[in-house]
């Protein structure tokens, strides 16, 4: 895979995770709206489903696209800590898009379910969406997401160091990757720890854009480093 569809899949991910995620705030409230009771996540996703549904299949979407980002990325060095970061990658694509992909696949079902007369049918529905976000989401899709995509994004710095660019990419990324980490502590409802979480993905999304800058500007710094690497 060359440079520049590297730098492509680069900017094509944040670009689509930052649009899906703007509209899912404007219209489901996304992600404030997770901390609210399950009857009004139901609620408001039935308002609004096929939109919601819609947006999150954006969202999964971008985050498979990381397994082929990883896989390219692996190319910058042979060393075995970048072997280490294509397995991050790739595993951080993987339970991202299964825990976004319950949006569009399983949640549906359980909001009309949630809505029926039946009292056992609507409990039932209830449990079904409860199990699944506490399982697929906040533990596959984010818990998990958070430690797997900080462990790529501190893996591939530590492969490439300085030689890919200056001091201040290793500072951005190290810096946002650390941010983004702080997301496995929201369950314990620190004070600062979403808006840690939320900046860090601001920054990680500026840093995949400015990697893929950098890619496109040094189309020859992958042979280099792999020469050095060896």
């Known amino acids: 895979m060359n440079r520049k569809l590297t730098a492509a899949l680069l900017i094509t991910a944040a670009v689509l995770t930052n649009v899906a995620f703007t509209a899912l705030g404007s219209i489901f409230d996304y992600p404030d709206i ?3 009771p399950t009857d009004d996540i ?8 096929n939109a919601v549904a819609g947006w999150f299949t ?20 042979t060393s075995r800590v ?3 970061a294509v397995l991050a990658g790739v595993a951080a694509a993987v339970v991202q898009a299964i825990g976004l992909s319950r949006w569009p696949l399983l949640v549906p079902g359980y909001a009309a379910d949630a809505a029926s007369s039946d009292p ?12 699944a976000h506490q399982i697929l989401g906040n533990l596959i899709g984010e818990t998990f997401g958070y430690l797997l995509t900080a462990a790529w994004t501190l893996l591939v710095l530590a ?9 201040w990419f290793t500072v951005l ?5 650390v941010l983004v980490l702080a997301g496995v502590l929201s ?13 860090g993905y601001v920054l990680w999304s500026g840093w995949l854009v400015a990697f893929a800058v950098v890619l496109m500007r040094t189309p020859k710094a992958a042979p280099a480093l792999s020469a050095a690497r060896a």
């Not at 990324?173 to 990757?177: I, L, N, R, T, V």
């Open 187 to 199: 369950p314990l409802n620190l004070p600062g720890i979403d808006l840690a979480n939320f900046a």
């Open 173 to 177: 990324g190290a810096g946002s990757a």
């Open 82 to 84: 970048m072997r280490a």
């Open 34 to 36: 997770l901390k609210e």
């Open 42 to 49: 139901l609620t408001a996703f039935r308002g609004s489903q």
């Open 159 to 167: 492969a490439i160091g300085r030689t890919i660019a200056g001091r």
């Open 120 to 131: 056992t049918i609507a409990a039932a529905g209830r449990h079904s969406f409860e199990t």
């Open 58 to 77: 954006v969202m999964a979407v971008s985050a498979a696209l990381f397994a082929p980002i990883a896989v390219a990325v692996g190319r910058l060095s």
